[in-house]
């Protein structure tokens, strides 16, 4: 079964504009990854936050991570039309083995030029 | 590099036939990971290898569903007696070394597969 919710489940935004979508998760975690996917193609990684890491950067991207309320944040600054796609979430449970993933549902974002 | 590679890239096959994947990971990923992605959905996890043992099957959702590596580099899933529940895409993914924590995953593209 999946670790949690994505919210929104879906996202149409004009480029320029900033896109953000949210994640819960169920357990207590090592990690929380965000992934990107285009249709047809497998997942690329995007970024990673550590369990004791409260914020991170990365390009255009910026996330957040709330261990006491198990959930994160992906905020997508400026967004392209090459942004479209959808986002996941996936934790990295404590104990879980060879840091298999859980993911969540996903959140599809259109980026309208 | 070449990444993960996975074929073939679309399968049909008809109830009750058998069929097989494959993922080629990147050279030298000691881990090795398969999910299963119903359209709309999150990749749900499957099975898990370090290097030739599979250390974690308790995704698979029967025992129709089988997974080896016998050489600790490409792995094979199998399907048998193919269900129409089982279309999905099927997503291999690799990673360097087990054990630590900030490493992401490698995904390839993944197979389509359709039961009719």
């Known amino acids: 079964s999946q670790q949690g919710e994505e919210d929104p489940q879906a996202l149409s935004i004009q480029e320029g504009e900033n896109a953000t979508m949210n994640c819960s998760y169920k357990?207590?975690?090592?990690?929380l990854q965000w992934y990107r996917q285009n249709s047809g193609r497998g997942l690329v990684h995007l970024i990673l936050?550590?369990?004791?890491?409260r914020e991170k950067h990365s390009g255009r991207l910026r996330v957040t991570l709330d261990t006491s309320k198990k959930s994160s944040s992906l905020l997508i600054t400026a967004s392209r039309a090459a942004d479209t796609a959808s986002y996941f979430c996936?934790?990295?449970?404590?104990?879980?083995?060879?840091?298999?993933?859980?993911f969540g549902g996903g959140t599809r974002v259109l980026v309208k030029p | 590099g070449a990444g993960v590679s996975q074929s073939p890239r679309y399968k049909v096959a008809k109830r009750g036939q058998d069929v097989a994947l494959r993922c080629d990971p990147i050279?030298?990923?000691?881990?090795l990971f398969w999910y299963q992605q119903a359209l709309g959905q999150g990749p749900e996890f499957l099975t898990y290898?370090?290097?030739?043992?599979?250390?974690?099957k308790s995704g698979l959702p029967s025992d129709r569903f089988f997974a080896e590596r016998p050489e600790g580099s490409v792995s094979t899933l199998k399907i048998q007696r193919t269900q129409q529940e089982d279309s999905a895409v099927y997503l291999c993914?690799?990673?360097?070394?087990?054990?630590?924590?900030?490493?992401?995953?490698?995904f390839g593209d993944g197979t389509r597969l359709s039961i009719l």
């Open positions: 357990t207590s975690i090592n990690n």
């Open positions: 936050i550590r369990s004791n890491e």
């Open positions: 996936a934790t990295d449970a404590i104990k879980a083995a060879g840091n298999k993933l859980t």
């Open positions: 050279s030298g990923h000691v881990s």
């Open positions: 993914a690799s990673s360097p070394r087990p054990g630590t924590d900030d490493q992401p995953q490698h």
């Open positions: 290898f370090q290097n030739e043992a599979q250390l974690d």
